[in-house]
């Protein structure tokens, strides 16, 4: 298995465009996670999803941010407009069935900066 | 709700020594635990989990953590450190029952001395 695939690894933008970051997760698994990890608050959860669907999206800081799980294997975290303040690393996990003991995957996450 | 804490963000250790990475938790019912590892410019990997059968649990890499109700604690250790155990180390906590989801600490990164 390939793992979970994160597009593009790198992405730098200016203040106030559209970013899109995408996640492929392993096939059979059914909950979908994006994180953002950046140095002042650690890795925090931003969204996840089961079979598709939100199921908490507490996590997401701003209407600026939006996620979509179209079918199981694509996920698209998008940033509109982005902010200097978004510059993090974002990462995309994946896990089988019925979550709370199940390993989670990563992926190899989205670097983006923000100027 | 539950959480996680970790004591120290940098920990520094020889070659050789022993390594001992801490972590403290807070959970209304008996959790699930876990802790990750995050190699540079990688995502996370799981290194071991606990869910509720030995205390003792053994993962990847020699490392090993051991579950103690009592002082709600579930420290990672390791007898000899390796330059390649460098990385940044997450601790994790889910609660059985609640939410599908994990709370992560804001993790510690290992330092590796010759």
């Known amino acids: 298995d390939a793992g979970v695939i994160q597009s593009p690894r790198h992405e730098v933008t200016e203040m106030g465009q559209e970013v899109t970051l995408r996640c492929k997760p392993i096939s059979g698994h059914d909950y979908l996670f994006w994180y953002r990890q950046t140095m002042m608050r650690g890795l925090e959860l931003l969204i996840y999803?089961?079979?598709?669907?939100?199921?908490?999206d507490s996590g997401m800081p701003e209407d600026r941010f939006s996620a979509k799980m179209p079918n199981a294997s694509f996920s698209t975290l998008k940033i509109q407009p982005s902010e200097p303040r978004d510059s993090a690393v974002y990462f995309c996990?994946?896990?089988?069935?019925?979550?709370?003991?199940?390993?989670?995957?990563f992926g190899p996450g989205t670097r983006l900066l923000v100027l | 709700a539950q959480s996680v804490t970790q004591l120290g963000s940098h920990v520094s250790v020889s070659e050789g020594a022993l390594v001992l990475l801490r972590c403290n938790y807070s959970s209304s019912v008996p959790p699930y635990l876990f802790w990750y590892v995050q190699y540079p410019n990688q995502g996370l990997q799981l290194l071991l989990k606990?869910?509720?059968?030995?205390?003792l649990v053994k993962g990847i890499n020699g490392f090993e953590a051991e579950f103690k109700k009592s002082e709600t604690s579930f420290h990672l250790t390791k007898p000899s450190a390796h330059m390649s155990d460098a990385a940044e180390y997450f601790c994790a906590v889910s609660d059985q029952g609640r939410d599908d989801k994990i709370i992560f600490g804001k993790g510690t990164r290992l330092h590796i001395l010759p």
């Open positions: 999803f089961n079979n598709n669907v939100p199921i908490d």
């Open positions: 606990y869910t509720s059968a030995a205390t």
């Open positions: 996990a994946s896990s089988r069935l019925a979550g709370l003991q199940e390993t989670q995957y």
